[in-house]
């Protein structure tokens, strides 16, 4: 018997192999601080709960639309477009089972094999991993790092455009760097799109993830509502990581392309739980407004606890639930080479856990500087305060 060549290209999530060892180690007594995923340890709110009950209650427990319900496809394309300053109906959405079906269903739908599609890097690593067990050749496109955080290196995307590209992969808000474009960054990542006509697909999974000021979205600008396919999630914003619910909205026409692909795929998203997220968009958002209140509680305590520590300075980042300070200083001071080695010596020596650089990724031939990241989703403020203060002894020891 044999296997699939192709499965040679399909990668993974690395980081919950980081989540196996900070496992094994609090196994062997340790209380671990665990900042190397970015799941979320608050309750969903009671409504969207109680939603579901009822759902179950009331019979929804059978097959759906592959679509969708058209209660949720509507509530979606309303509070979707409302948010973004644009208009979509029913037939620009399709529900998913998660945020992360999008990914693989987006390429599927407009790259063909030898096909090239850019990325961010580092990223989340399911797009790079999609797009190459789908056949294509993945093209990275990196950030700089400024005092604000990482802005987009426009020259290597520009540069990395052939006339094989197809698609611009842009996660605005974004996984591991917590990065934010500027209007004029986005201005120019749609130009590119425009001029190249090129498919876009906005992960938006952190949209509404962001605990100062207002979000902006790549849609809202002229020409590109036609060419952008929006990844949605409700996983975030309702701390709903484990239920799998989510959406891809876009154009009809590729929109219909990926309800296709339900069918082949899983039938349908729960019918329950799609009932149960129209409340969780119509219905009373103060559940949201805490979960959202509560992360930033923790990035603030995680922003001063890194900022503590000798040789670490970041910014106070305005989105998602991560930070990704760079450690070259710290790693010098360590003797240390190799990334892994500050992570298994933070872990045995301060029983902190977190991912690094090497976790979003293939590194870039260009990178010289070293970055870990930590999610603050996942541990309460008194265990911040208390794993920060473990790690400044360790890093700060030679």
């Known amino acids: 018997m044999q296997y699939a060549n192709q499965l040679n290209q399909l990668g993974t999530e690395t980081a919950f192999a980081v989540s196996a060892q900070a496992q094994a180690w609090a196994k062997k007594g340790h209380k671990v601080y665990p900042f190397h995923l970015g799941d979320i340890n608050l309750a969903t709110p009671e409504n969207i709960v109680e939603a579901t009950l009822k759902g179950i209650r009331d019979g929804k427990t059978g097959y759906c639309p592959s679509e969708g319900i058209l209660p949720l496809r509507e509530a979606l394309a309303h509070d979707v477009g409302t948010k973004r300053g644009v208009t979509y109906g029913s037939n620009n959405v399709s529900v998913q089972p998660g945020g992360k079906p999008t990914i693989g269903k987006f390429i599927a739908a407009v790259m063909n094999p030898g096909d090239e599609v850019l990325f961010p890097n580092p990223g989340y690593p399911i797009y790079e991993s999609q797009i190459e067990y789908q056949g294509g050749r993945s093209m990275p496109y990196g950030y700089v790092q400024t005092d604000k955080g990482f802005d987009i290196d426009l020259d290597r995307l520009k540069a990395s455009i052939t006339d094989k ?9 974004q996984n591991p760097l917590s ?33 100062e000021g207002n979000s902006l979205s790549i849609v809202s600008i002229p020409g590109m509502q036609e060419r952008t396919v929006i990844l949605y999630t409700f996983s975030k914003k309702y701390a709903m990581t484990g239920w799998r619910v989510g959406g891809s909205i876009g154009p009809k026409k590729i929109i219909n392309i990926i309800s296709k692909l339900n ?18 968009l119509t219905g009373d958002q103060s559940g949201a407004q805490n979960i959202l209140n509560t992360l930033r509680e923790r990035r603030d305590a995680t922003v001063a606890g890194l900022n503590a520590i000798d040789g670490i300075d970041i910014p106070t980042a305005r989105s998602t639930f991560y930070l990704f300070p760079n450690v070259t ?24 856990s977190f991912c690094t650089r090497e976790h979003f990724g293939r590194p870039l031939s260009d990178e010289t500087e070293f970055f870990i990241r930590f999610a603050y989703s ?7 305060n208390e794993g920060m203060a473990k790690l400044k002894t360790c890093f700060e020891t030679s």
Do not use: P
Request: glycine letters at 2%.
């Open 179 to 211: 990065a934010e474009s500027s209007k004029e960054e986005m201005e120019a990542i749609a130009q590119l799109a425009i001029d190249h006509d090129l498919w876009v697909l906005a992960d938006d999974a952190y949209y509404e993830m962001i605990y």
């Open 263 to 280: 069918v082949n795929a899983e039938s349908c998203t729960t019918h329950f739980i799609q009932a149960a997220m129209v409340e969780a």
């Open 165 to 173: 590209t197809v698609a611009i992969i842009y996660n605005n808000y």
């Open 378 to 384: 996942g541990i309460t403020v008194d265990d911040i």
């Open 329 to 352: 200083e710290i790693m010098k001071r360590k003797g240390f080479d190799k990334i892994e080695q500050l992570q298994v010596n933070a872990l045995e020596n301060a029983n902190v």
